[in-house]
């Protein structure tokens, strides 16, 4: 286990290791993600092993159902992970990119050329599969890394990185790209978010109270994000069927997640006929249902529905479970209200075949994906054709959304002249 001594060491290495990366052909870069993906299926066995370690004491201590599913990994998930790897190799490098260029009064050539941030710290919980999603996208877009998982998935996470510092190191890489903060210690990581003369970028992801440890403590710029309050708005010109098809697969497909549904908000113009479909179908799947008063003198007669009276808690709260708010509401404009009120700034959906209604949604909602007609579940990188992403950013500077390789890039100013002087 590092000590304070130990982890700046480590820092610094990143720090020699992305200069060198900084420069590295695409070519190399490629190599190196396929080796990941490939080994990651090679030594799947090694990896699952070290996973099942972390599961059974995750269990035995009482973890929460959401939070060992984002710990588990299992075969198909191993196969998943490999193939976004392998997406993130597939796609155009951001680094060297040279963008407004253009001819300036002076005579001097000028624009920009995109350059990686450097080394990117990550401090995240539960998911092995972030320790793989971001140094993938780290390395790609060439930038070092420091990763400090959960004390809950440390073996998942150990032998996730060997296979990824072995499989880069085969190519060349430089020693330190990937660094892995072994000690679970919480005293290490606010050593860690002191760390600012090495690491040039902090991605928290996780919980409520990690993500703001980290952005009240980094020395260190921040993107932050990740905790969903997401809204689905059945409008009154909605399609049921479309809307029953939209909600379900947003609240039940992968309930633990942060671009899962939260709220249903429905117009009181469809609520009489929707809310008896939508609620059928969560119902099959298990799902609680918190009414407000409208939607609940609608859903009570449905006796076999597992019906809740809704709390004021309800509102605004991320379930990361089987469980849904539902409101009735009079008009677009009080489902905005509620949004603006209660979201997150991550995932926002209106269900409606009306031009303007789907407009106005679009325009107001003030978050970082917003969906006419479509689940909140495709808000993540992949999905977005990002290949993999290293969070969600509910900030708006200076990314928003998924982050992928071009969100991990910054730019320098190029200059051509011709002996000009300034007069």
Known sequence: METVKELEEKGWAARVASRRLAYLSTEI???ALHNISNDLIARQDEVLAANEIDYKEGRAAGMSAAMLDRLLLDAGRIEAIAGDVMAVAALAD???EVFDMRILPSGL???RKRVPLGVVGAVYESRPNVTVDISALCLKSGNAVMLRGGKEAINSNMALVRVIQEAVARVGMPDGVVQFVENTDRALVGHLLKMGDCIDLMIPRGGAELIRFVTQNAAMPVVSGGIGVCHTYVDRSADL???VAIAYNAKVQRPTVCNALDT?????DVAGRYLPLVAAEWNKAGVEMHCDERALAILKQGSSLNLVPAKDEDWGKEFLALVAAIRVVDSVDEALAHIERYGSGHS???ITEEYRAAMRFLNEVDAACVYVNASTRFTDGAQFGLGAEVGISTQ???A???LGLRELTSYKWIIFGSGQVRP
């Not at 249903?264 to 009181?268: A, P, S």
């Open 400 to 402: 928003r959304g998924p």
């Open 348 to 350: 926002e959906a209106i």
């Open 29 to 31: 870069k490629n190599k």
């Open 109 to 111: 050539q000028a624009g």
């Open 264 to 268: 249903l908000l429905v117009h009181k």
């Open 94 to 96: 951001p680094v060297g």
């Open 241 to 243: 069927d479309r809307a």
């Open 396 to 398: 708006k500077m200076h």
